[in-house]
């Protein structure tokens, strides 16, 4: 529309290039208009006349220009209107004392993110995360210290990761980093919050009560300089509109300050952040990262449930997710562990409830239905495709909820409902000017929204037509929309009967709308709607799939990590090519061992392959996958008698930081590998004690066994660069 109003504009000026003064040229014209009628009018007759035979008798006068100058006028105040409307900030930067204003500016970033983290419901988790540079001709494992110094060379750098895995925690400590180093000024901006106003990313800033000293020129100035970095969490939570609006807002402050930096968070499915020169992708915590954060949180309690998650089946991959983590350590201290991303979400809202003082406020103030308050607000922030709402909008939420429950509820002012919610920390508030609510994550906001969706998921099996239409029009495709489902999954299909049966027709009308997100709420639900829906998924792949290709119906069945398509998928992952074999390990969203087969099968499988095709694949499954296929690679590597498999593997587990798995299969293997390493100068890398000292003598054996004294020198030097010491 934009380009539109552009070339009407255009067009105007062509015929009046001039037009501010418009009140002096409407006296002036009209004034001339009358006062020359007696000279003009004739030689206008005489013309027409020689134009037209016939026409009507017309008295000519001045009014005829007045009118003409007046429509002239609303042309220039509508051309005004819209060049205006469009006119970009001034981006002109304005000369001072850089060194000055980075000082104050700092102080300033420093004060408001000492704000943030004392917020409720903000990250507090003390690990630093690993991220993974998944650029094509780089490959490389880095924490938040790497990303600080990556930045100064990088302009823009997006971080994605699933929910929940630490995309807010990780920005804040790269910001705190580069404010400590006191060189670069890095400033947080919530996409939530921001999206709210009607800002540029310099107006929002200055609009931060941390920032009311300084003013939008020491902004210009720090971005001229290469001193600015903008850092915008949740890129995955703004709608279509206003992701347009920040990319035209990045896409201008790029144009007008070549070296300002951005670094944009967002989730994995949703990675359609414009202009990025690296993409890292956070990285699921280590076992060790998982013992540190249980041992400071429950000390030798805490690792002794960590163990028991460990060695539960489901629960291990959900453990190395920080939110869940956290999340599972503080409510199941008796060692009841739930299975699903589902059970520990709700444990969690449960226990926060069951605190004496919440729970009797919760009964005053909303009779207990706090729930579905809740849930309306979700919904209304999910189908608005946002994770904050103005105070307005949730007022209105929370005002059609309560008429539809009791008449006790209408009684209830809606702000006394809203200032009740964030007194308990059920909703967070920010905004200077206006009040905008979120919940503390959005995955609090997903689930709450779930129970909408479990609404719709019974009615399609009961058979209500209007919820078939809501489901398949407004959610099943909207990716908004995605975990709430997922959710609904999780919990319907492991709840009854009935409950399986319409998650089960849930997923045969999602495979008519969108395949791969079927596949995933196949993979989060329970064994039984697999068993009610297995025959028809079969007959559907058996048309989709091409057979010796990886296609969309291979990648379908590696997302649902169902043990009944091993063999569609054997052939392809087993193949001789690498080319095939390594682009059928990399189909699915993510690796799921499952979808080979019980652990026996998958031994028996691979243990028949040639040696290339064998380390190629299970260092793959080690090197790129989740918790899952860390193990399984592990148990494979241990079982394999090859040493190149199990130096592979090793070099896959100790690139992603799993040491633990890498000491584990150290304990199993022959002289021979620790010769491999040794040569390869793992001695410094190791973390293990006695595994890091054998090497270290391996490696002088190897030295001294040269008789060449350069490939002496050259051993020593290698040693010494990699050494923690002297590190290069």
């Known amino acids: 529309m934009n380009n ?28 001339l208009g009358m006062v020359s009628q007696p000279w003009w009018i004739p030689y206008l007759n005489i013309a027409l006349d020689k134009v037209i035979s016939s026409r009507p008798e017309i008295e000519y006068s001045g009014w005829f220009l007045i009118m003409l100058s007046i429509a002239i006028h609303f042309v220039n105040r509508i051309e005004d209107y819209f060049q205006n409307k469009l006119e970009l900030p001034d981006y002109t930067p304005i000369k001072g004392d850089i060194q000055s204003v980075t000082e104050r500016l700092i102080a300033s970033s420093k004060a408001d993110l000492l704000t943030f983290i004392g917020m409720p419901g903000s990250p507090q988790q003390p690990e630093y995360l690993n991220l993974r540079n998944i650029n094509k001709n780089k490959e490389q494992i880095l924490d938040v210290s790497d990303l600080a110094a990556e930045i100064k060379t990088t302009y823009s750098i997006a971080i994605i990761a699933p929910p929940g895995t630490g995309k807010t925690t990780t920005l804040l400590q790269l910001a705190g980093k580069v404010l400590k180093e006191g060189v670069s000024v890095a400033i947080y901006i919530p996409l939530s919050d921001w999206s709210t106003y009607s800002n540029t990313f310099f107006e929002y800033i200055l609009k931060i009560a941390s920032f009311a000293g300084d003013g939008e020129n020491d902004l210009r100035q720090l971005a001229n300089s290469g001193k600015l970095i903008l850092i915008l969490d949740g890129w995955n939570e703004l709608d279509t509109n206003t992701k347009k609006s920040a990319v035209v807002e990045i896409k201008c402050l790029r144009r007008n300050y070549a070296d300002i930096r951005f670094i944009i968070s967002t989730r994995k499915q949703a990675i359609d952040v414009p202009n990025i020169d690296l993409v890292m992708e956070i990285e699921p915590l280590t076992q060790d990262q998982q013992l540190s954060i249980a041992r400071k949180l429950l000390g030798p309690d805490g690792e002794e449930l960590l163990d028991q998650a460990w060695r539960k089946q489901g629960i291990s991959e959900i453990v190395a997710i920080p939110l869940y983590l956290t999340a599972l350590l503080k409510n199941n201290k008796d060692g009841n562990l739930p299975t699903t991303k589902e059970e520990v979400l709700h444990q969690l809202v449960t226990e926060h409830e069951k605190e004496p003082e919440r729970k009797e406020v919760l009964r005053e103030l909303f009779c207990e239905c706090h729930k579905e308050m809740l849930t309306a607000i979700a919904i209304e922030m999910t189908v608005a495709s946002k994770t904050t709402l103005s105070e307005s909008k949730t007022r209105s939420a929370v005002s059609r909820c309560g008429d539809l429950l009791s008449e006790e509820l209408r009684s209830i002012q809606p702000m ?78 492991r709840e009854s009967q009935q409950g399986i049966i319409a998650v089960a027709k849930t997923v045969i009308v999602t495979m008519a709308i969108e395949p791969m997100f079927s596949a995933e709420m196949i993979y989060r639900s329970s064994d039984a709607v697999w068993e009610q829906v297995k025959i028809q998924i079969r007959k559907f792949i058996e048309k989709w799939h091409s057979k010796g290709r990886v296609d969309r119906a291979f990648q379908f069945m590696m997302n649902t990590g169902r043990a009944d398509f091993a063999p569609y998928i054997w052939p392809l992952i087993s193949d001789d090519n690498d080319q095939i074999h390594l682009q059928a390990l990399r189909a699915g969203r993510q690796f799921r061992p499952s979808v080979l087969g019980s652990d026996s099968d998958i031994h028996k499988q691979i243990s028949v392959l040639p040696e290339p095709v064998r380390v190629n694949i299970i260092s793959t499954i080690a090197g790129e996958n989740g918790m899952d296929g860390i193990k399984l690679a592990t148990k494979l590597a241990r079982e394999d008698k090859s040493s190149k498999v199990k130096v592979a593997v090793i070099e896959s587990l100790q690139f992603r930081r799993a040491d633990r798995f890498v000491t584990e299969i150290l304990h199993s293997v022959s002289d021979d590998v620790w010769s491999i390493l040794a040569k390869k100068g793992y001695s410094n890398e190791i973390v293990d004690p006695e595994a890091s000292k054998r090497l270290q003598k391996e490696q002088q054996k190897l030295i001294e066994a040269k008789n060449n004294i350069h490939q002496k020198i050259n051993m020593v030097l290698y040693d010494c660069a990699n050494s923690p010491e002297i590190g290069v």
């Open 416 to 493: 006394k409902v809203i200032d009740g919610l964030v007194d308990l920390h059920m909703l967070v508030q920010s905004g200077s000017e206006k009040r905008n609510l979120s919940f503390q994550h959005q995955q609090f906001q997903e689930w709450y929204a779930s129970f909408k969706v479990e609404e719709l998921v019974r009615g399609v099996e009961e058979g209500d037509k209007s919820a078939l239409t809501e489901l398949s029009e407004n959610m099943l495709d909207v990716p908004f929309w995605e975990e709430a489902i997922l959710f609904t999954c999780e919990r319907l299909s």
């Open 4 to 31: 539109f109003y552009k070339f009407v504009i255009e067009i105007v000026k062509i015929f009046k290039p001039k037009h501010k003064n418009w009140v002096v040229s409407t006296l002036l014209i009209s004034g």
